[in-house]
């Protein structure tokens, strides 16, 4: 994402959306700040740094760890994460990093 671009969304954001950008809006469905129906398409940057810095406060009670989090809480990063990597592995992405990553 450029200066003069906006945000894709996360269902046409590469690898499913497992990108940083990608992230910030999963941890903000999981963490209710954005319903799920919410893609962020069209998102200028600093919406996108506005969702960051309230993803990011959301964390830091949990230190930044999915295994802290409470379990309702935890039930939901699985549930969203899981399906997006399954979802990604299906399409053909790889998990394992390569040279760009």
């Known amino acids: 994402m450029t200066d003069s671009t906006k945000y894709i969304g996360i269902n046409q954001d590469k690898n499913n959306g497992l990108t940083h950008l990608g992230r910030i809006v999963r941890d903000a469905w999981v963490f209710g700040i954005l319903p799920e129906s919410e893609t962020c398409a069209g998102w200028d940057r600093s919406q996108m740094q506005n969702l960051y810095e309230k993803v990011h406060a959301a964390w830091e009670p949990y230190g930044h760890l999915p295994s802290r989090l409470p379990e309702e809480l935890q039930a939901r ?15 053909g992405w790889n998990p394992e990093l390569d040279e760009d990553d």
Do not use: F, V, W
């Not at 990063?77 to 399409?91: C, G, M, P």
């Open 77 to 91: 990063h699985s549930r969203i994460y899981d399906h997006a990597i399954q979802t990604a592995k299906a399409k």
